[in-house]
């Protein structure tokens, strides 16, 4: 049975964390991923990178199947960009470790992804649209970049600045 984990929110530090490659797909990391796709599912959410429930592995869950389509659960071990296209796209992005906050973000139309599945067989495919936009932003977070960082700085500051007050006042109260 899979979990539901502690999705961890700016401005948590370990999301900076550069993640480490997996060595060996284990019974370990079939659970991690099956957690993932639970958490993901209930947040609801596109994409989930192993750091936001606080595992330092290059893990990446995504599912960008909309409403009644059936799922299309798809895990990506140690995923790397291959290829990016000229052809740059802006669109609305957010993320569940910056709750309640959306900014537009320029990225590749499409890329080529490199990856192991669970059982460990290495796959290139290419992603275009959403597909596309959501493994650039994964493939971001396992090397400690979030969203916001292709934002202005004067956005990215403002947006840093009212999370801290948050967690700030968390504290407190
Ligand atoms: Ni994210």
Redesign the pocket.
Known sequence: MADIRTVLVLPDSRLRLVSEPVARIDAEIRALVADMFETMYAAPGVGLAAI?VCVQKRVVTIDVSRGEEKKKPIALINPELVWASDERVIHEEG???IPDYLGDVERAERVKVRYLDLEGAAQEIEAQELFARVVQ?EID?INGVL?IDHLSRLKRDRVIKKFAKVAKRAAVG
């Open positions: 936001q993320c569940l470790s932003h977070h969203f």
